[in-house]
């Protein structure tokens, strides 16, 4: 059911994982896409808040450069999912997940580059420090959960391209596409207000089918 307390408590940790083991996880189908893992990490707002940590790319990186992500990235070879999403984690913004600290998985979501992306979702401490990698992170943001829950958000816009809606969220002033948006709005819907909703139609702005 939805849930009323967006504190970063124990409340909320064990609701959002009790909705995800309710949640039958979808598996991409298509055929020849890389595997990649990405990493919805709940932390303190600094107030008591819950909050997911998001980054914006370094400006030097070759691909996404400057945009905004979850943490995450391509699963070596014989790794595993949880594996590879708590090493891009550390990698990226310097933080220590515990094996414990994984509640679920959400749906994978096929990218129009030729990836699917797992999403896991991860309870990171409220003292758990993080630093942004200068090597891939220019800043790390902690965007609370009431601001990925506004009325009219996300929003979901008709492109002549696709019979799917492309899919964005405005936040922290710009406005968040997919892959990154459909994962947020999935985490949203299901782990935090338990409804079974689906995101792996929900399309890509232009600039990325390349």
């Known amino acids: 059911g939805g849930m009323k307390n967006l504190r970063h408590d124990d409340a909320l940790r064990g609701a959002i994982a009790r909705n995800l083991a309710l ?76 094996h414990d600290s994984i509640l679920g998985q959400l749906d994978d979501y096929p990218t129009r580059s030729g990836y699917r992306i797992t999403p896991v979702v991860a309870w990171a401490r409220g003292d758990a420090p993080m630093s942004a990698n200068p090597a891939e992170v220019a800043a790390i943001y902690r965007v609370h959960l009431t601001e990925l829950s506004q009325p009219g958000s996300p929003e979901f816009v008709a492109i002549a391209e696709s019979d ?45 089918w390349r």
């Open 23 to 98: 949640h039958a996880t979808a598996s991409s189908s298509a055929q020849g896409l890389k595997h990649a893992a990405v990493c919805v990490i709940l932390a303190d707002d600094g107030a008591g808040g819950a909050a997911v940590v998001l980054t914006r790319r370094a400006e030097h990186l070759s691909t996404h450069a400057g945009q905004y992500a979850l943490p995450g990235g391509r699963i070596d070879s014989g790794e595993s999912v949880v594996a590879a999403a708590r090493r891009e984690a550390r990698e990226e913004i310097g933080i220590e997940l515990a």
């Open 164 to 208: 799917q809606p492309v899919i964005r969220y405005p936040l922290l002033g710009t406005l968040i596409h997919a892959p990154t948006a459909a994962v947020l709005y999935q985490f949203m819907e299901v782990a935090v207000h338990g409804r079974d909703t689906r995101v792996a139609h929900l399309e890509q702005p232009l600039f990325a």
